[in-house]
């Protein structure tokens, strides 16, 4: 099992790249990741000044994004980390700064990758709005395992999950009888592709014991809700959350995360992915 954290750390090393974070609540915690992350970034930080780097002092957060967008258009900076300004507004204005149609919040591929101990690995399907469909399910694994294969350089090891056990009671809930039928219809269509793949129902746990790094949940209302549980009562740790379909290096995140260390760093080793 490899530990996405080092992946992304040992990428980091190769080349420092230049990087832009919102920052609008300068605790100690975050000031301290911020140095840290110096170490592998040029990092401009847009909201407040903080000593020791590159700022644009700017208060209101609408605001803010406009100058963290406006750097990465004009190629100031060569990748982004939210931080703390607005998701849906910075994601927004993203697409008229960069002339793109905006994609449909069922389509939207932002993955979170997880780590605690020696467990690490890609969760899909954790929006709301994810995996109500076979072709959604479809459409987001392909671009999850196109990551971990092409940009992360590993073999994807899948665990595809769903609802109900064979020994359940099926037909006795259309919905549950649905989600259950695209989760089955999903490891198919993986293990068709030759890709290594296993359903495991709602044995999250095996999953993870037995080594997945990419788990792939039923729909998005449970991977959403599953994802927040270990990252606010489980104490995992969230390494990244990347948007995979801008062309950009555009790095999302929790909207209580106040330590940006792993943020950086990936958005970081995305840009260095490529260089040997």
């Not at 967008?69 to 990748?79: A, F, V």
């Not at 740790?237 to 801008?246: A, E, M, T």
């Amino acid at each position: 099992m490899k530990d996405l954290e080092k992946v992304f750390l040992d990428r980091a090393k190769k080349k420092k790249r230049k990087i832009a974070i919102a920052i609008l609540r300068p605790i100690k915690e975050t000031v301290d990741s911020l140095i840290s992350a110096s170490e592998f970034a040029e990092l401009t930080v847009v909201g407040v000044d903080i000593p020791g780097f590159n700022c644009f002092s700017i208060k209101n957060t609408e605001d803010a994004s406009q100058k963290l967008l406006s750097l990465l258009k004009d190629g100031s900076i060569e990748g982004i980390v939210r931080g703390q300004v607005k998701d849906t507004y910075t994601l927004d204005l993203f697409y008229k700064y960069f002339n793109k149609t905006p994609i449909p919040s069922n389509k939207k591929v932002c993955p979170a990758v997880m780590k605690k101990d020696k467990y690490s690995f890609v969760v899909g399907t954790c929006s709301v709005y994810q995996g109500h469909t076979l072709n959604d399910k479809i459409y987001e694994a392909e671009k999850l395992v196109h990551y971990i294969d092409k940009e992360l350089k590993l073999k994807p090891k899948i665990g595809v999950m769903g609802i109900l056990r064979p020994t359940s009671k099926h037909g006795k809930y259309q919905i549950l009888d649905e989600i259950t039928k695209n989760s089955r219809d999903l490891a198919k269509y993986l293990l068709n592709k030759g890709y290594d793949v296993k359903e495991y129902y709602m044995e999250y746990e095996t999953a993870v014991w037995e080594g997945c790094n990419l788990i792939l949940p039923s729909i998005g209302y449970v991977g959403n809700s599953w994802l927040k549980a270990l990252l606010y009562l489980g104490d995992w740790k969230l390494l990244s959350c990347p948007y995979l379909d801008l062309d950009v290096v555009y790095e999302d995140g929790s909207r209580n995360e106040t330590d940006y260390f792993n943020h950086i760093i990936h958005a970081v080793a995305m840009l260095n992915k490529d260089n040997k």
